[in-house]
């Protein structure tokens, strides 16, 4: 049995790697592998459809896939519905829930069609109770099927929080469809479970090509590639050979790597020496939560998985809540982000500029702090307060001023 | 937020949010509001004031039109003002039969361009000279590809068919109204009908992203595939394929003449319609009439930037210019669901909530609906029910 399903995995992952390598042959000349695409994935057909179709925007309000996923996600989902309706954002949202207690995946496959439609998405943590093999993590099943093959993470000191560490300002860039996280687990003989960690050079190079040109449009100096290629010599190695391929290419851009335990290490007692670090899947979910905390926690970050195609706007740290769900006390800030990097990649820059101040002044100048944060203030307290500022932007503001049409840069 | 594109559905299917709206009043809803909030645990996060009002002013481009336009245009601008809605209007006096008078296109489409929304009176289009009419000038240079008209029975109109709700959706860029006609030899003309894939896909998900925005159920294409194999026959496989992407909405096609039987006959069937230009043209035309003519249908013309709200079928009436007596339900409606779309649906709802009241009572009716009235009465009847 396990072996079957290990079986049907790995031909799943094959079918997924020879269509992400002929998905990023052509931007990043990677076709000198060999590897001749034989076998479709099986949705080709309807992604392919959807790149000729438009986005759903018409008369410049935008419609954008909500997962409000489990645990606090719902509340969350509520607030940013909100912040949107008192400040007159052109968003609609298509609301499509998750069931998590239903094997099938209906509701699942239904949401990444939605996604694919309308371009975006904005996503709580979505649960996945079942533990059976044959039941796929929902989140990752999205991060895989829409090829989001990079998750970044910006992480800035918010001076109005009292952490161990300020002015920390580093970006996490992480691969987010592969590693350790390609799903491919088996029991070869009973009492001996093999996990496949994949690295592929394809998906290694976009994903430093990102950090990269990440880096440059951002004026920032240093990438630093994580990883444990004294180890895993030959995957971890082929991950930092085609970081240092790549860095050849922005002479600009400093670059220099280091190994993950010390990473770890360097990051809780002197983050300030990383700028911008790039990482496989495992190492970036470490690293991430790992910088959440130093900074004041689960509740303030926001991260954004980014492929060609599509892009999902998550809070940073993929928790679900469940333990603090519905007692008005979750800081909502993490979700307020990922909704002003929505705004942001649908262009609508002022909305997006506008969110930022008012957390910016929610958190920093009115010290309005959850519990998490050592305050005493309710979810609802936060959002009042956003929504105060976020009001009086807008009744200052047109709609053409709203939906103004400026050409933004898009990550 | 859900159902602000298609105002007409907002009244129907979120009157919480109506209700929530005007909690802004000090008025005897607000026990209401309080109830609602207390009986649905879903809103158990949302916020006890007023709903959004954004008061910014928004720029909206108008176009008075020919015919009654001008009149009507001033009614709608009227009740917007007795609302209180925070709008100005940017007037071009637009026509193709009074070239002297007009303002220039290119300057319309820049204003509507930078404006992003526009009310637009009916232009009529001469029909000698070889010049592209105005109206398809607009349409091509602001790529306005979706028409929306919204068949929608409105209370105390005596029609045939009652509690009428469906939409037609048209694509309006290609098809027979290429404007590319031409004499090959004497006494023979052709006329292009141009159907492209892409366009054909693009109102396909048009109607579909409908659909999904204002939980309709049934998506049917209208087409000719039977005998046009080619053209239609390409225009319903974008359709069949488009479909796909929508499991959650029923999808299925219909030939046009049967659906302009259908539509007469057992119009109930219909819930969101989506077809070609010219078949477009005349549904429209069957859908208006259906719901007590011209004069109460309000289009809409979509691009990805920005729209423009007109009559939904397009008479000047041009015989009673300045007689006073057309009916300006339409462009006063095509207000409040321009206000909608600029997120004012607190003003939107009040003008609908108006509209719907001076019609239910009866009287201040205009000619076409039986009654007496002028355009002004019926205009002052709906600006005194705004006030209360």
């Known amino acids: 049995m396990a072996g079957a399903v290990g079986r049907l995995n790995l031909l799943k992952l094959t079918q997924n790697h020879v269509g992400s390598l002929t998905a990023c042959a052509k931007p990043f000349g990677c076709a000198s592998l060999g590897i001749e695409p034989t ?6 057909s309807s992604a392919h459809l959807i790149k000729s179709l438009p986005k759903a925007k018409y008369g410049g309000r935008h419609t954008v896939t909500m997962l409000p996923g489990g645990g606090i996600g719902p509340e969350l989902m509520s607030y940013v519905r909100e912040v949107f309706r008192y400040a007159g954002v ?26 694919r439609r309308n371009g975006a998405a904005l996503k709580g943590n979505i649960e996945t109770r079942s533990l059976s093999p044959n039941v796929i993590s929902r989140n990752v099943a999205i991060r895989n099927e829409l090829d989001l093959f990079v998750n970044v993470l910006h992480c800035t000191s918010f001076p109005g929080i009292q952490s161990r560490h300020s002015d920390v300002d580093i970006v996490v860039v992480r691969q987010n469809t592969e590693g350790e996280y390609a799903m491919m687990e088996h029991e070869s003989v009973p009492g001996v479970v093999e996990c496949l960690k994949v690295v592929t050079r394809a998906n290694s190079d976009r994903v430093a090509r990102f ?29 930092l050979a085609v970081c240092r391929e790549v860095a050849k290419d922005y002479p600009d851009i400093q670059h220099d790597d280091m190994i993950i335990d010390n990473c770890c290490m360097q990051l809780v007692s002197n983050p300030h020496q990383f700028d911008v670090m790039v990482m496989p899947n495992l190492y970036g979910s470490i690293v991430s939560n790992v ?72 958190i920093n100048v009115d010290k309005i702090h959850t519990p998490d944060l050592g305050g005493q203030a309710t979810s609802m307290d936060v959002i009042k307060n956003i929504i105060t500022f976020m009001q009086a932007k807008t009744k200052s503001s047109t709609f053409t001023e709203r939906i103004e049409f400026r050409q933004a840069s898009v990550i | ?107 319309v489409v820049n204003s509507v361009a930078k404006n992003a929304v526009c009310i637009k009176g009916i232009l009529s289009s001469p029909v000698t000279g070889d010049r592209a009419s105005i109206n398809y000038q607009l349409r091509s240079k602001l790529d306005l590809f979706a028409n929306v008209v919204n068949v929608r029975t409105l209370p105390g109109i005596q029609t045939r068919h009652k509690n009428l709700d469906m939409i037609i959706i048209r694509e309006q860029t290609e098809g027979e109204f ?34 999904t925005k204002h939980n309709r159920k049934k998506v049917t294409a209208v087409h000719k595939a039977n005998i046009m194999k080619l053209g ?86 041009s015989e009673a210019a300045g007689k006073n007596v057309a009916n300006p339900t339409a462009v006063i409606l095509c207000g409040a669901k321009m206000l909608m779309h600029v997120n004012l649906q607190y003003h939107g709802s009040k003008i609908y909530k108006a509209v719907e009241k001076v019609l239910k009572s009866g009287k201040s009716l205009t000619k076409d609906l039986g009654g007496q009235s002028s355009t002004q009465e019926y205009t002052y009847a709906i600006i005194h029910a705004l006030q209360h």
Not at chain 2, 240 to 265: G, R
Not at chain 2, 291 to 306: E, K, R
């Open chain 2, 232 to 317: 239609d026959g390409l225009f319903l496989k974008c359709c069949q394929e488009v479909a796909k992407l929508y499991p959650k909405i029923e999808f299925d096609s219909m030939i046009v003449d049967n659906c302009t039987m259908q539509m007469v006959s057992n119009p109930h069937q219909f819930d969101v319609l989506v077809m070609g230009n010219l078949y477009g043209s005349i549904v429209d035309n069957i859908g208006a009439g259906l719901v007590g003519g011209a004069g109460v249908v309000v289009g809409s013309s979509y691009s990805a930037n920005s729209v423009v709200y007109e009559p939904g079928s397009r008479h000047t009436f």
């Open chain 2, 1 to 107: 937020m859900a159902g602000t594109m298609g105002g007409l559905k907002l009244l129907t299917n979120s009157a919480p949010k109506i209700l929530r709206a005007a909690n802004g009043l000090p008025t005897k809803s607000l026990p209401c509001v309080n109830y609602m909030a207390a009986s649905t645990p879903a809103r158990k996060y949302s916020i006890q004031a007023p709903v959004s009002k954004p008061e910014g002013r928004t720029l909206c481009t108008l176009i008075p039109g020919d015919g009654v336009g001008p009149e009507l245009m001033q009614a709608m601008q009227e009740v917007l003002e007795a609302a209180g809605a925070p709008v100005d209007f940017e007037t071009y006096f637009l026509s193709d039969i009074q070239p002297m008078l007009s303002a220039k296109v290119d300057d």
């Open chain 1, 291 to 362: 910088i959440c905390g130093l900074i004041g926690g689960a509740g303030l970050l926001s991260g954004r998985n980014y492929g060609y195609e599509y892009a999902v706007f998550e809070p940073g740290t993929r928790n679900t809540g469940s333990a603090i769900a519905g007692k008005n006390i979750a800081n909502p800030i993490s979700m307020m982000n990922s909704a002003a990097d929505l705004l942001h990649h649908l262009q609508l820059e002022n909305h997006s500029v506008w969110l930022r101040e008012a957390i910016d002044k929610t």
């Open chain 1, 90 to 115: 052109p968003v609609d949202f298509e609301e499509v829930p998750i069931d998590p207690s239903n094997d099938s995946n209906e509701d699942l496959e239904y949401a990444i069609t939605s996604i």
């Open chain 1, 39 to 44: 076998q479709q994935r099986r949705w080709e």
């Open chain 1, 211 to 239: 950090a990269f040109d990440y880096a440059k449009r951002h004026g920032r100096k240093k990438v630093t590639t994580i990883h444990k290629a004294n180890i895993m010599k030959s995957s971890d190695g082929l991950f």
């Open chain 2, 178 to 211: 290429s404007s590319l006609e031409h004499e090959s030899v004497k006494g023979v003309v052709e006329c292009y009908k141009i159907v492209t894939a892409e366009k054909s896909k693009r109102i396909a998900k048009f109607a579909f992203d409908y659909a």
